[in-house]
């Protein structure tokens, strides 16, 4: 799996957009941007992916650029409650019978804070 | 839809026990992976279990073992537990779907083991 460069933290006003960069240069072909995130002391949750196209849901915008060595998470509206670390996984949806199996690799992630 | 579940929440082991930790998949999904987190690090890929057997494993050593029952529940066990071992302990539910690619992860809240 490509590995992902993320700022270690960002501050964000309470109500802004929150944007948050993640530099994956060595990206493949069949290689998707996942984000999750993790809320201090709970499970990570996930956020979004996506392969090439922009994607959008109820929680994030996520916009890769057109040559896929980076992407933006976009928090359009952020409250107290988005605070926390932030993490962009690449990786190769794998089949079940692969001997890889099916893990993601975490990095250190970027810290979110959002204030008032 | 219920999510994953984990338990216990919090345990508290001494070094040289063995620990047995559980796992409860999302609804409609069929593979399990493990996960340890060590305190301001990243989640660690521990191993992954599809049709009842282990497929793929991270760098953890042999006293790292589980299981997946048949209706896709898992338990993580730990043999002769290290002070290092103390972590959260996270489990991620996916789905095989078509083509048998392996779907997004959802992860429980975790179960935070204290080894003294």
């Known amino acids: 799996d490509a590995k992902t460069t993320q700022p270690p933290s960002m501050d964000c006003a309470e109500g802004r957009a929150a944007n948050l960069p993640c530099n994956h240069s060595t990206i493949s072909g069949n290689e998707y941007v996942y984000w999750y995130r993790q809320i201090h002391s709970q499970g990570p949750q996930y956020i979004i992916h996506g392969l090439k196209n922009n994607e959008t849901n109820e929680m994030a915008s996520l916009i890769i650029t057109e040559d896929r060595k980076s992407s933006t998470l976009i928090l359009p509206h952020a409250t107290l409650r988005d605070t926390a670390v932030y993490y962009c996984i690449v990786r190769v949806p794998p089949r079940s019978a692969a001997g890889g199996g099916n893990k993601l690799t975490f990095g250190t992630g970027t810290q979110l804070k959002v204030e008032l | 839809e219920t999510g994953v579940t984990q338990s216990p929440t919090h345990l508290i082991k001494t070094r040289g026990q063995q620990v047995t930790l559980r796992c409860s998949s999302q609804s409609g999904h069929n593979t399990v992976s493990w996960y340890q987190q060590a305190l301001g690090q990243g989640p660690q890929f521990i191993f992954q279990y599809y049709r009842e057997e282990e497929n793929g494993r991270g760098n953890f050593p042999p006293r790292f073992s589980g299981l997946q029952f048949p209706n896709y529940s898992s338990e993580l066990n730990v043999n002769a537990l290290e002070l290092d071992d103390s972590a959260l302990y996270l489990c991620?539910?996916?789905?095989?779907?078509?083509?048998?690619?392996?779907?997004?992860?959802?992860f429980g809240p975790g179960t935070r083991l204290l080894v003294l």
């Open positions: 991620a539910s996916s789905r095989a779907g078509l083509a048998g690619i392996q779907e997004t992860q959802y």
